[in-house]
């Protein structure tokens, strides 16, 4: 898989306020390749090391301790899905993810630094909105109990400061 490919997919590189966006498009990417079982756990990493039987003659055989080709292919296929993740990290984050040994470390990282990142982009005005409601209320109410009349221009001055 080439480098526009990759890019083709996930459009911005992650620096940590766009966890959401980056996470929906690199999933559809890996998904697209096959490779999404890297980061999820379903594709684990086979033994190390595996018994093989060994002919020594036609009557008996002995079993010898062998590496396990489909370790190194999962080696080889994990690498690789890490390098794409680190492709799209921003330098900032890149030095965040770089002692890992594997993509799912990396990608479980990932999530636990920025999941709660992402705020809805209506959060702070609606927030604005809610406190500048409780001072007004407060002032409205502060007035009407003392049975002070208040002007409107006061209560403009009051709702400003």
């Known amino acids: 898989v080439s480098a526009t490919t990759v890019d083709s997919f996930v459009s911005a590189k992650l620096d940590g306020t766009n966890y959401k966006d980056w996470r929906n498009q690199m ?5 697209s390749q096959g490779l999404v079982g890297y980061v999820n756990g379903s594709i684990s990493a086979p033994p190390l090391i595996i018994s ?27 690498q690789y899905v890490m390098r794409v993740l680190q492709t799209t990290l921003h330098e ?7 002692g890992f040994s594997t993509s799912k470390a ?21 927030l604005r909105d809610h406190l500048q409601k409780m001072k007004k209320d407060l002032i409205n109410g502060s ?18 400061d």
């Open 27 to 31: 999933v559809a990417f890996l998904v």
């Open 52 to 78: 093989a039987e060994v002919c020594d003659s036609i009557l008996s055989s002995l079993s010898e301790l062998i590496l396990n080709p489909a370790h190194t292919h999962w080696r080889q296929t994990d």
């Open 92 to 98: 900032s984050v890149l030095s965040d993810v770089a």
């Open 106 to 126: 990396v990608w479980d990282a990932l999530a636990e630094m920025f999941s709660g990142n992402d705020k809805p982009k209506g959060q702070p005005l609606q």
């Open 143 to 160: 007035f009407s109990a003392s049975q002070m009349p208040m002007c409107n221009q006061d209560r403009v001055r009051f709702a400003l």
